[in-house]
Structure formats: structure tokens, C-alpha cells
């Protein structure tokens, strides 16, 4: 059974770093992508970027270019999204999901993890 | 960047047909596909590829595409299917992906 696993809740002030992960289980990690997933309070998804955990490529969206990194550890299947210096608009509810690729195409997100909610407030 | 539009909400009463867009430049270059979202749940895949339905995904759910708009529509609406809905796709030269503002679909 395929599955993703993200860390849990965090509390956390502004200007302080953060690293959430996502375990994937089930499945052949370093064959597939990993994407991040953002959803505002009382708001939509948003795509943020993806990496192939076999190489580590990685791929932004403009919006979250240079706001955030993604990295992924193949040897424990786990992916990783973090912040240097965290904001109170990065308050949120953060999605893991195994993309699976489309030739010519950007893929799909097929399984999803639980989410990872962070609070950032002073 | 790029960005595809949906509309915030459409309403339907059960049994009723629902048709949800999703407009966006790229689209006739790049698959769509659509998630589903009820209240405090993770998204769920019920269309990709435009058109195909994942296992598990009931007939009443299915997609179209023509030109830069693509289309899910829901036959014979029941009441579970009360969520918000995201389309999903990519720019159009597949770098980066991004999703729709979301619909609310509303089972009267």
C-alpha cells in the first residue's frame, strides 16, 4: 500500500527556520517525484515545486522560487520542504503527494500525504 | 505566471448535471486534471490525463477538453459529491505546475 507520511503540526515565531518531511512507503521512492502542496487557511491549493527523489532534480514555481527548498533523502525515502526564515503568511496547511509522470507533460499528484499544519505567530 | 481560471462556486440540485470549467493559455498543450476536496481531507484524484477516471472513481465523473478550456462535469450529482474542486496543469512548457482557484460545488 503506497503511502505518505508527514511530520507532525509545528509552532512556530517568525525569522525562525523550519524543515517538514514526508515518508513515502509502499513503493519505489527514487522512481517518482515528490511535490509540495500549499493551502492558506480558508483558501486554495497552490503548486509549489516537485523534486525527483531518484537525482534530486527539482523544479519551483515562480511564485515559491528562492521562498523555499525542497531536498529529499532517498536513503530513508523521505522529502523535505523547509524555510530559512519563516513569516506569518507562511501560515498553512502543507501537502505532500507522489506525482506520477506524463511523458511530454507535467503529472499528476496520485497519493497524497496527511498534510503538515505550521502556525507562525509572534 | 501562468494561471488557470475556474469559476468560485457552482450549485446543482441532486440528480442535476454539473459542469465545472477550468480556462488557461496552456491547456491545449498540457494535460489537466482534477482533485476533489472535502472539508479537512487531503485532495483526491478523479480525472487526469483530461479525461481518463482513476480506479475506484465513480462513471458520474468524467472530463473534456477543447481548446483552453477543459471541463469536468458530474452526472446525476448526489450529495457526496458537495467539495471544492481544483484543476491542475502546467505552463506551457511544462517547467512548473499550478492549480485553479478552486470551485465549490453546492448540492442543493
Known amino acids: 500500500e503506497v503511502q505518505l507520511v508527514q511530520s507532525g503540526a509545528e509552532v512556530k515565531k517568525p525569522g525562525e527556520s523550519l524543515k517538514i518531511s514526508c515518508k513515502g512507503s509502499?513503493?519505489?521512492?527514487?522512481?517518482?517525484?515528490i511535490g509540495w502542496v500549499r493551502q492558506m487557511p480558508g483558501k486554495g491549493l497552490e503548486w509549489m515545486g516537485i523534486i525527483y527523489t531518484g537525482d534530486s532534480d527539482t523544479r519551483y514555481s515562480p511564485s515559491f522560487q528562492g521562498q523555499v527548498t525542497i531536498s529529499a533523502d532517498k536513503s530513508i525515502s523521505t522529502a523535505y520542504l523547509q524555510w530559512s526564515s519563516l513569516k506569518a503568511s507562511d501560515t498553512a496547511m502543507y501537502y505532500c503527494?507522489?506525482?506520477?509522470?506524463?511523458?511530454?507533460?507535467?503529472?499528476?499528484?496520485?497519493?497524497w500525504g496527511q498534510g503538515t499544519l505550521v502556525t507562525v505567530s509572534s | 505566471s501562468y494561471e488557470l481560471t475556474q469559476p468560485p462556486s457552482v450549485s446543482v440540485s441532486p440528480g442535476q448535471t454539473a459542469r465545472i470549467t477550468c480556462s488557461g493559455d496552456?491547456?491545449?498543450?498540457?494535460?489537466a486534471y482534477w482533485y476533489q476536496q472535502k472539508p479537512g481531507q487531503a485532495p483526491v484524484l478523479v480525472i487526469y490525463k483530461d479525461s481518463e477516471r482513476p480506479s475506484g472513481i465513480p462513471e458520474r465523473f468524467s472530463g473534456s477538453s477543447s481548446g483552453t478550456t477543459v471541463t469536468l462535469t458530474i452526472s446525476g450529482v448526489q450529495a457526496e459529491d458537495e467539495a471544492d474542486y481544483y484543476c491542475q496543469s502546467a505552463d506551457s512548457s511544462g517547467t512548473y505546475g499550478v492549480f485553479g482557484g478552486g470551485t465549490k460545488l453546492t448540492v442543493l
Open positions: 496552456a491547456l491545449p498543450k498540457q494535460y
Open positions: 509502499g513503493y519505489s521512492f527514487t522512481n517518482y517525484w
Open positions: 503527494a507522489r506525482q506520477l509522470a506524463v511523458a511530454g507533460n507535467m503529472g499528476y499528484f496520485d497519493y
